[in-house]
Each structure stands twice: as structure tokens, then as C-alpha cells.
């Protein structure tokens, strides 16, 4: 079934550390995206990418970096600049005409 | 980005329809409306879209104002697995990526 999968569901950071989120899609979307909802939150845009070896800054960049070397994945980073990286990580992606798909998430903890 | 507006929360007794309003004054002629909705700790999933005329799927319905500046999202007979967050966001067919989700209307269904 074509979908979008994100790992690991689950994941802790120590103070100071580097954490890198999978996403794969196997939809043949062009464009992908990272949103971080916090607690009763909404969804914030981090990165979204349309196109291989191109992406954009969303609304909270600062402390995050992606890649898009290939059009099935667009990994996140959370460095440890990001002060506050504690929530719920989302990828999706989209396509002309087709809406979002999301992926069922990351659980970003700092420990 | 054209932005919507949707109630903070709702809520719906059991096996009752729930009309979930959503309004997009600022909206383009190339604009979908999409609606999505987000289960807790998952992520958001696809219910249902439309450009001008009213759309019914095997989810719900969605009723467009005539002036599109606003749609209102049925949910025929509500059950507690419809509680959750509700997204109403504009879409265009081609073009900018960078789509705004609001904070949603929070559904709460009765039993």
C-alpha cells in the first residue's frame, strides 16, 4: 500500500545531541513537508520541499535542518540548537490535485 | 496564504448529525476547500474536498457557500470514534506549498 512511514515512533535526546527523523514516501509526490504540533497545538510548518535538492524554511526553521537527495525521503534534524524540541513530529506529502498525506508521526522527547 | 477560521471546539451527542463551520473570506477562484482530521496521537488523515459544488463521500458531506467564503463539513450521525481535531484548510490545484493549518475545531461526541 503506498503511504508515507515515519521513524522511530518513539524518540529521546539528551541535552546537547543531534536527532535525526526518517520519512519515506513511496506515493511518487513531489512536494513534502515537516510540521512540529505541541500539546493542544496546532500544526507549525518547519521545512517543506517541492522538489529533489530544493527545500524551503517554513514558519520555525531555527534549530532544524532537512535534506531531499532523493524524491522518496526528506529526513529532519533536530540540532541541538533547538531549545525546545520536545513534541510531536509530522511528515507529509502532496501533490498537484491530491491533498495531504500524513505520516503517523514522531515522539521527540528530551531527556 | 489565504487563512481559515473554525470554532475551538464542538461538541455532538452520539448517533446526532454535527455541522463543523469553517470560514474562508479570503479565498481565490483556484482554491480548494480540504478538511482533515486528526485522531490523538496520530496524524492527520483526509476526509473530504471540494471546489464549488457540494461534495458527499462515504465519511461525510461538505456543503459549500454559494460566494465560497465559507463551507460547513457534515458528519451525518456522529460516533465516538469522530472525536477529534478537525482541519479546514484551502488548498490550491498547482502552485504555492506552503498551506496554513490552523488550531482546528476539537470535536467532542457524547455517548
Known amino acids: 500500500d503506498g503511504g508515507i512511514t515515519q521513524s522511530p515512533k518513539y524518540l529521546f535526546r539528551k541535552e546537547g545531541q543531534n536527532v535525526t527523523l526518517s520519512c519515506e514516501q513511496n506515493?511518487?509526490?513531489?512536494?513534502m513537508y515537516w510540521y512540529r504540533q505541541d500539546p493542544g497545538q496546532g500544526l507549525r510548518l518547519i521545512y517543506y520541499?517541492?522538489?529533489?535538492?530544493?527545500?524551503q524554511k517554513g514558519d520555525i526553521a531555527e534549530g532544524y535542518s532537512v535534506s531531499r537527495e532523493k524524491k522518496e525521503s526528506f529526513p529532519l534534524t533536530v540540532t541541538s540548537a533547538q531549545k525546545n524540541p520536545t513534541a510531536f513530529y509530522l511528515c507529509a506529502s502532496s501533490s498537484p490535485g491530491s491533498g495531504y498525506t500524513f505520516g503517523s508521526g514522531t515522539r521527540l522527547t528530551v531527556v | 496564504d489565504a487563512k481559515t477560521t473554525q470554532p475551538n471546539s464542538m461538541e455532538s451527542n452520539e448517533e446526532e448529525p454535527v455541522h463543523l463551520p469553517c470560514n474562508h473570506s479570503t479565498i481565490s477562484g483556484t482554491d480548494y476547500i480540504h478538511w482533515y482530521r486528526q485522531l490523538p496521537s496520530q496524524g492527520p488523515e483526509y476526509v473530504i474536498h471540494?471546489?464549488?459544488s457540494n461534495v458527499n463521500n462515504r465519511m461525510a458531506s461538505l456543503a459549500i457557500a454559494e460566494d465560497r467564503k465559507s463551507s460547513t463539513l457534515i458528519l451525518h450521525r456522529a460516533t465516538l470514534r469522530d472525536a477529534a481535531v478537525y482541519y479546514c484548510?484551502?488548498?490550491?490545484?498547482?502552485?504555492?506549498?506552503?498551506?496554513?493549518f490552523g488550531t482546528g475545531t476539537r470535536l467532542k461526541v457524547l455517548a
Open positions: 484548510i484551502l488548498m490550491p490545484y498547482s502552485g504555492t506549498y506552503k498551506y496554513i
Open positions: 471540494g471546489l464549488t
Open positions: 520541499s517541492q522538489i529533489v535538492n530544493d527545500f
Open positions: 506515493l511518487n509526490h513531489d512536494a
